[in-house]
């Protein structure tokens, strides 16, 4: 079993960044690659970002690219998304997400989930 805690969502000005946590328990953190997923009100869960378990490979949904940047401290068990020059379609529940093997943008691949943490960004 894995627990996972997300938290650092709040709300912001467009333009603005917050730095989202997701701190991870249970099962060995270091062979696990993780990645981070939203859900806007009314939309499907998508992808957001991926990392490898030794984060040496980053995956980015092309609507982030170069606004966000995942990264991890496997000796804090820790997963961080860190998010610039935000966006008022950024605003959505942001989950974090744990697999087995490398990094990956499909959301049936993940097998533990946090519970969520709200980003608001406003206009």
């Known amino acids: 079993q894995v627990q996972l805690v997300e938290s650092g969502g709040g709300l912001v000005q467009a333009g603005g960044s917050l730095r989202l946590s997701c701190a991870a328990s249970?099962?060995?953190?270091?062979?696990?690659?993780m990645g981070w997923f939203r859900q806007a009100p009314g939309k499907v869960r998508e992808f957001v970002a991926a990392i490898s378990w030794r984060g040496g490979n980053t995956y980015y949904a092309d609507s982030v690219k170069g606004r966000f940047t995942i990264s991890r401290d496997n000796a804090k068990n820790t997963v961080y998304l860190q998010m610039n020059s935000l966006k008022p379609e950024d605003t959505a529940v942001y989950y974090c997400a744990h697999k087995m093997g490398s990094g990956s943008s499909s959301i049936y691949e993940y097998d533990y989930w946090g519970q969520g943490t709200q980003v608001t960004v406003s206009s």
């Open positions: 249970g099962r060995t953190f270091s062979n696990y690659a």
